[in-house]
């Protein structure tokens, strides 16, 4: 016999009485919050494993002045040594450089960039340009996305003269020429006391 509806005989039993996919919409709910990284904001600039350094690109100037630009990859992640850095430059717009690019290039009458392996090197924003360790890398990059305005997205695969193999995916996120000019001048007069 039922009992009589009254507000002592109504039992409020959640996980027995929900069907499996409220049971299932609750598990995922709390998960979530368990499994997202830690001090990982939404929007903050993509880091290398491991690192805590950001990949990023700057406007430069070619050689016989046209438009360049250049990536600084931290190596430690892809191979390299700590404190080390990827310096890659290329000789063309970002726009017309969605391709892929050997270096050295020895089938093309110009250089179209380089790339250079420094070492003993914290930051980018420490180099002392006149000074600093570096190796010449063989290899070659493909650049998956490329232009002005979003991050630019390749890939790269360098081998250093001391037979270093750095090869990884990278997404460099764009920081203002005038921010790398302060940092070099601040760099050269530190250096050179």
Known sequence: MLKPFTAQNIEFDFWHTATYASRGLLIAFL??????????????????????????VEHDIAPWDGPAFGIWIPAEPFGGKIDSWIYLRIWDAPERSQKKFVFPDESVPRSLGAVVYFMDLKSPSSVNWRSQPRHELKGSVRFIKSNRVQPVVGEFDFVSEKGTAL???????????????????????????
Do not use: M
């Not at 990284?37 to 990023?56: K, M, V, W």
């Not at 090869?167 to 006391?193: H, L």
């Open 167 to 193: 090869k990884g995916r990278f997404e460099a996120q764009w920081i203002s020429k005038s921010r790398i000019d302060e940092n070099v001048q601040k760099s050269d007069t530190t250096n050179s006391r």
């Open 31 to 56: 998960l979530s919050f368990v499994c997202l990284p830690c001090g990982q904001g939404i929007g903050a600039p993509p880091e290398r494993p491991g690192t805590g350094l950001p990949t990023t």
